[in-house]
């Protein structure tokens, strides 16, 4: 990010974005592209002001740093070179973001951090892992509500938490999220599984791991069952499947999954973006041979 720049150097840019010459207009909106968030708060006065000339070009120019402003962030989740693990809910926030730029991510949070406090008064601590796992689908996908959208599988909105938190409907990966940030508020021991085709969730007991399908109401899975899963997508199994998935390798897995939907959709744009963002998080170089 380039140093703050003098006030009155953006704001004269800003009173050039609707000049008459297309070549200045051009210009003037790639030196704001340049200075990124410097001219953030510039932009924003002007796309609320009172120049109804100025305010599309002003928007225009927002809606174009929004993509940039977002891959700064998924940098700073996920270092070039870092062999650490990233955080896979600020993840899953960064991804809302660019799903649902207006969605508050502190509210989000809280539904997360209430449905753990009211999970809480449910658990025993002396309770069985078995019993903990059968409390917790209960709570979610009986109390709750929370459930697979089989009607409309291939809606984006599946994929983003703000919107699996509202409608209580979502795909495997992004359902097992949801029982992996309220487990987590808890302590409960829970590792995601990404079985070929379909995403679980596991509860880490030394020597007896218990694997249950979030998708299918928290149903308890036992390793023949988890096989057939994987089988039915064509593949074979193997013990490897029933490894826990690395944050990293989760939430690479729900942006795969929204550019198969935004390609389908044919909404490319959005697919190349979110690319972008693959990119970042595996430190590859960007579409344009830049580090992404």
Partial sequence: MSKDPAKSQISHLIQL????????????????????????????MAARGDNSTLRPYAREVIEALLPLRLAEKFRRLSPLGSRRDLDLETGALLLMEFGHPGADARETVRRLDVLAEELAKLLNENDAPATTVEMLSRFLFVDKGFRGNQENFFDPDNSYLNRVLETRMGIPITLSAVCLFVGWRLGLPLEGV??????????????????????????PLDRDQCAQIVESFGNSFEEIHLAAATHRETLIRMMNNLIMIYRNNHQQPKADQLGDYVRILLGSPGRHGKPA
């Fill in 194 to 219: 990404g079985l070929p085709g379909h995403f679980i969730v596991k509860y880490k007991v030394p020597g007896n791991d218990l694997f249950f399908d979030p998708f299918s109401g928290g149903r």
């Fill in 17 to 44: 974005l609707d000049d008459r010459d297309a070549f200045v207009r051009a210009r003037v909106r790639d030196e704001l592209l340049r200075l990124g968030e410097d001219a953030l708060p510039f932009l924003e």
